[in-house]
């Protein structure tokens, strides 16, 4: 697809109303990347579809911090505050599909749980045709948290596919979580006219586990380099005053807790760090959200000896996240899992060597301009670290690699002119008639 080609911001026959679904948002950092995409594309396409309308479909918890997003073509509508009708299509429905999950998830098995779910929801599906949209007047859906929940069959719809993981690693999932995310990648297979996948390793995973036609799946990588910006001096030694750090002496891994982002491994490779040289000033900074993980892992860092060389600040704003990552000596992203990496970019954006994992969408997005490292083996991890601390010749080669590998990748305001390609393509085709299943694994 060309970045720009068949979109034309200003003619006056291009003018649509887009509802963005933003139910599953929530407030702080508990949705990772997904939460920054969906942002930033708002504040993109907005800007430069002026003619365009986008409504922004919210719940109760985040519609009060989304309202930095108004502007005269950007408007929020609390879904939950419509109709509270018990016929409505939207509260009859959410009350019965609770009902539902409590009563049978305690009886049957996973796969039929899966079956009698996917058949409920295309029965709600079919209930709100006509209903909440024709209300609204929307000309297309999207959906950046990937599930079409508010599917009217008339409406066109596209969805972004940030990862498979439940699939790869479904370990790491309760079997509600497991579940649910399973549903909502067949509910965007069954009723999205597009989907848009983050990068091409998603978009292979998605055409593996489905019967999707290659024309339906796109790839249109993240494109959020300089999604926070350089901080001002006095910012960041505030910050670093606060934290108790000093300037490059510390690695920076910045996500939420979860199991597939691998701090266990991460704090092992860096014990090892620590009982290599003893004499180090190094620390490991780990901002992210889920407080009670992130307790869990302060006791184990305390086990380990490592106490305050291992720095664990929480969810930080943008402002402050800013600050640090200007201020260490370089990031370090040993994930196993990915469907993009957006802070791998951002590290190069701020002249900052990485280390990173060399397993699913990370080589893509890294290139040529990071170390990669097996995730999965905390030796490789340590000497990766000790080497990147050392050698003042590869940190610079690698800044150099980054800068340039930016160059390669563009910025926001390509990634959001593709996305609007795709909704007028999606707009000016007939909509698809069959149904999509997933390939049995």
């Not at 009859?92 to 796969?111: D, H, K, V, W």
């Not at 709600?124 to 069959?153: E, K, M, N």
């Not at 979860?258 to 092992?268: D, G, P, V």
């Not at 990147?388 to 080669?397: I, V």
Request: proline share 6%; with cysteine.
């Amino acid at each position: 697809m060309t970045p720009h080609s068949s979109f034309i911001i200003h003619h006056s026959s291009f003018s649509f109303r887009v509802g963005v679904d933003l139910i599953p948002l929530l407030p702080g950092g508990e949705n990772g990347g997904a939460k920054f995409v969906a942002v930033e594309l708002v504040r993109h396409m907005s800007r430069l579809a002026p003619d365009w309308e986008f409504i922004l479909l919210t719940s109760e918890k985040s519609n009060d911090e989304l309202a930095f997003l108004d502007s005269a073509n950007v408007r929020r509508l609390c879904a939950s505050k419509q109709k509270s009708d018990p016929e409505s299509p939207m509260t009859g429905a959410n009350r019965l599909e609770n009902l539902i999950r409590r009563r049978l998830n305690r009886f049957l098995p996973m796969r039929w749980r899966v079956k009698l779910e996917h058949a409920y929801r295309k029965a709600v599906t079919r209930s709100r045709q006509g209903g909440f949209f024709s209300q609204v007047g929307i000309d297309l859906l999207f959906c950046p948290f990937t599930a079409p929940s508010f599917h009217d069959l008339s409406v066109p719809a596209v969805s972004i596919i940030h990862d498979l993981q439940y699939r790869y690693y479904p370990q790491f999932f309760s079997p509600e979580d497991h579940q649910c995310r399973m549903i909502n990648f067949m509910e965007a297979c069954r009723l999205s006219d597009r989907l848009i996948c983050v990068s091409e390793y998603v978009r292979r995973t998605v055409l593996e586990n489905s019967d999707l036609k290659s024309d339906r799946v796109c790839t249109i990588h993240t494109r959020l380099p300089n999604r926070v910006s350089e901080p001002a001096p006095q910012a960041v030694s505030s910050v670093l005053r606060r934290l108790g750090l000093r300037e490059n002496e510390f690695f920076l891994y910045p996500a939420n807790f979860w199991e597939h982002k691998n701090h266990r491994m991460l704090l092992t490779a860096f014990g090892m760090v620590h009982a290599r040289n003893p004499g180090s000033n190094l620390r490991l900074v780990c901002p992210g959200a889920l407080e009670k993980e992130r307790r869990a892992w302060r006791e184990a860092a305390d086990r380990m000896g490592l106490g305050e060389r291992i720095v664990l600040p929480g969810f930080m704003l943008d402002d402050d996240y800013a600050a640090i990552l200007a201020s260490c000596l370089a990031l370090v992203f040993p994930s196993l899992f990915e469907g993009f990496g957006m802070p791998v970019l951002e590290a190069m954006a701020f002249r900052k060597p990485v280390i990173c994992s060399n397993v699913t969408s990370l080589p893509e997005v890294a290139g040529d301009a990071a170390l990669f490292i097996d995730p999965r083996n905390p030796r490789d991890m340590a000497e990766a670290m000790e080497r990147m601390a050392t050698d003042e010749t590869l940190r610079k080669s690698l800044i150099d690699l980054g800068r340039r590998r930016l160059e390669v990748f563009g910025g926001p305001d390509t990634m959001a002119r593709e996305y609007l390609d795709v909704f007028l393509n999606v707009m000016r085709q007939p909509r698809p008639t069959t149904h999509t299943k997933l390939r049995s694994r």
